[in-house]
């Protein structure tokens, strides 16, 4: 027998809570997901505006977490930035409109290579994260950048520029109904980075809310991380 995978569905994994200290000074809580077998690859997640209700618990992250490390073999790292409260606590600090956010980035980036030790680290950013993702995933050690629903409401010429100049792989999935940036704007904002690959999605919101959404982006994380593993099942058997 089997089921449907739906919303709630939370598959087999290793759950560690963490907790990150900035370089100002700031205790940051998070959690890593990782497969109960060998890893396969890793995502850090950067979370969408914490004054619009982002955090790590935001629904993809969560989802995420809840399904990659046994459908895909990927370990799912989460955390809070500043000021920030999920299920899983409230990071230290207030919320600073992604300048000292800076912080709170390289060290859950430092965390994921200096303590963890993980090997093919990609960078998720969603909305707000997706500017945390373009001004400060810089480290060298990491694959690429994987933006949801990018505004580029605080990103500046000279920062996509850095990731022009950069040629790790970026991949922007653009909904079609985005209330920021749609598709045929995220064309004109981001020719100034040619090898960007730009998915525009049919059907799909800001939110990515709903089963098929959620889908789409679990599988598009995947075939960057661990192509491998695709297509992802919709079903689970009930023995799992």
């Not at 960078?123 to 060298?140: E, I």
């Not at 075939?223 to 799992?240: F, G, H, N, Y």
Request: proline share 7%.
């Amino acid at each position: 027998m089997s089921e449907m995978i739906r919303a709630n569905t939370l598959l087999p994994s290793k759950r560690s809570p963490f907790t990150l200290k900035t370089a100002d000074g700031l205790a940051l809580v998070g959690e890593v997901a990782s497969p109960l077998g060998s890893s396969s690859g890793a995502i850090l997640c950067l979370h969408p505006n914490p004054t619009g209700g982002g955090m790590m618990d935001s629904h993809i992250y969560r989802k995420a977490a809840n399904r990659l490390p046994s459908m895909a073999g990927i370990t799912v790292v989460r955390f809070n930035t500043r000021g920030t409260t999920s299920d899983a606590g409230t990071s230290e600090g207030a919320f600073d409109n992604g300048i000292g956010e800076r912080f709170d980035v390289e060290a859950a980036l430092a965390y994921c290579f200096d303590d963890l030790h993980l090997t093919n680290l990609w960078v998720v950013g969603w909305s707000f994260g997706t500017d945390l993702a373009l001004h400060y995933a810089k480290d060298p050690r990491h694959k690429g950048l994987i933006l949801l629903s990018p505004p580029l409401k605080n990103s500046s010429e000279d920062q996509l520029t850095y990731w022009n100049e950069d040629k790790r792989p970026l991949i922007a999935l653009i909904p079609e109904f985005d209330d920021y940036l749609k598709p045929h704007e995220a064309v004109e904002k981001f020719s100034i980075i040619p090898h960007i690959e730009l998915i525009a999605v049919d059907g799909a919101k800001h939110l990515w809310v709903g089963e098929p959404s959620v889908y789409r982006v679990l599988s598009e994380i995947v075939k960057r991380v661990a192509p491998e593993k695709l297509p992802l099942p919709t079903e689970i058997s009930d023995t799992v």
